[in-house]
């Protein structure tokens, strides 16, 4: 069980992420060039990587609590949603972008697969399942 303590982290955490967002996004589309604007934007592309593995830790955690048969639906679906955005992917360098064929970018697709399969893992509590 989530107690309010830790519900008000997460939630000061997507504050942050939010605000550090929007200002970083200012300073990179204003192109301010000043010392404490670099040092900013590095320090919030840090905050993202540790944000993003914070994030990946809360999942695998809620996926050990799945039951046997859920987790194969969703490796299944991973699997299915993963090779559709391939294709897709694919698809669309071959009509718009042929000299691009000769390089598979993993990354977008991989990405989104399991976003698309694993985001309500951050959200439930175990006592839901």
Same mark, same amino acid.
């Given at each position: 069980?989530?107690?309010?303590?830790?519900?008000? =982290?997460?939630? *000061? %955490?997507?504050?942050? @992420?939010?605000?550090? !967002?929007?200002?970083?996004?200012?300073?990179? $589309?204003? /192109?301010?060039?000043?010392?404490?604007?670099?040092?900013?934007?590095?320090?919030?592309? =840090?905050?993202? *990587? %540790?944000?993003?593995? @914070?994030?990946?830790? !809360?999942?695998?955690?809620?996926?050990?609590? $799945?039951? /046997?048969?859920?987790?194969?639906?969703?490796?299944?679906?991973?699997?299915?949603?993963? =090779?559709?955005?391939?294709?897709?992917?694919?698809?669309?360098?071959? !009509?718009?972008?042929?000299?691009?064929?000769?390089?598979? /970018?993993?990354?977008?697709?991989?990405?989104?697969?399991?976003?698309?399969?694993?985001?309500?893992?951050?959200?439930?509590?175990?006592?839901?399942?």
């Amino acid at each position: 069980m989530t107690s309010k303590k830790e519900k008000w =982290i997460s939630i *000061l %955490l997507y504050i942050v @992420f939010l605000i550090g !967002l929007l200002v970083a996004m200012y300073i990179v $589309l204003t /192109d301010i060039d000043t010392p404490n604007s670099l040092r900013f934007v590095i320090g919030f592309v =840090i905050f993202l *990587l %540790l944000f993003g593995l @914070f994030q990946m830790i !809360l999942i695998i955690m809620n996926v050990k609590n $799945l039951p /046997d048969f859920d987790v194969k639906r969703r490796i299944l679906k991973f699997a299915g949603t993963f =090779i559709f955005l391939m294709a897709a992917s694919y698809t669309s360098n071959y !009509l718009f972008w042929p000299e691009r064929l000769d390089n598979l /970018d993993f990354g977008a697709p991989l990405g989104l697969a399991l976003g698309i399969t694993f985001y309500d893992l951050l959200f439930k509590k175990s006592e839901e399942w």
